[in-house]
């Protein structure tokens, strides 16, 4: 991990050093998120690389693929069969 001082102006912005910049693939308009960590830390992050994360973290909970609401519907389907209160479903 690379380390580098930089200071806050009184506006509240930061300068992120260029070589930072470039390593992390941030260019001048990047959108980026900041997340204050559960140990006071500020994270930044490319938006569009923190939404991939997300979607990577959203697929490794469903490794069947397929329709998540589908999954769930046909769950509570049988469910609600189990409980004799299938005819109470719409279709």
């Known amino acids: 991990m690379t380390a580098e ?3 806050i102006d009184k506006f509240g912005r930061i300068t992120i050093p260029a070589a930072m910049r470039e390593a992390a693939k941030l260019d001048a308009g990047t959108e980026v998120v900041l997340r204050l960590d559960s140990e006071g830390r500020i994270l930044l992050e490319d938006r569009l690389a923190g939404l991939r994360r997300a979607q990577e973290r ?3 909970l469903n490794p069947e693929g397929g329709s998540v609401v589908e999954s769930f519907l046909r769950e509570r389907r049988e469910e609600a069969v189990r409980e004799g209160l299938a005819d109470d479903l719409p279709a």
Request: net charge positive; proline share 0%; charged share 35%.
């Open 58 to 60: 959203c697929r490794s």
């Open 5 to 7: 001082l930089a200071k």
